[in-house]
């Protein structure tokens, strides 16, 4: 799988020196590392993307289940996808959206004993921070006081995901069999 990232930050700034309680514009740059460090690691925890992004997945030699779970949401039902089996277009399937989006394979798909597929995708919950749900925006704003605070000489066991951001997450995660 490979994406895009979007270039916009996916918090804002303000919000994020106010959480700190940081007046001033000295240490924006800092601060900034440290929020996009802290939206990277709730997306990895939470196995999503932030910000409309392209997702792309390559499978090869996949299982010939009906459903296939995409490996990054959230993503919305009427958003545009590209799907090539074996190299060729394939449109016998429904995208099915959300935070854990699906493809259900039409009946088509089973005949074409597949060998490689494509899948291109839009995921993220829209082009900016204001839309990104309040409660994954608290979480990034927590993880990134942990790093401002743990700026300090500290053991490495201190610094580590915050509590919130670690509850947030796990709603937005899902459940993988």
Known sequence: MNREAPAALP????AVKLHLRVDGHEEDAAITNMGRTAAAEFEQLAQ???LA???????INPAANRLLALPMGPAQSG????VSVNGSAFTDFDFIGG?????????SFADLKPELIEIEYQAGFGATAADIP??????????AALHYDGR???DAKSLTTSPHMARIAARYRGVQL
């Open 48 to 50: 999503i993307a932030l």
């Open 53 to 59: 992004q392209t997702v792309r997945v390559v499978i």
């Open 79 to 82: 958003d545009a996808q590209t």
């Open 134 to 143: 309040a409660d994954v925006a608290q979480a990034i704003m927590d993880q």
């Open 152 to 154: 300090s000489p500290m």
């Open 99 to 107: 935070v854990r989006p699906l493809i259900r394979w039409g009946d």
């Open 11 to 14: 918090f804002d700034l303000s």
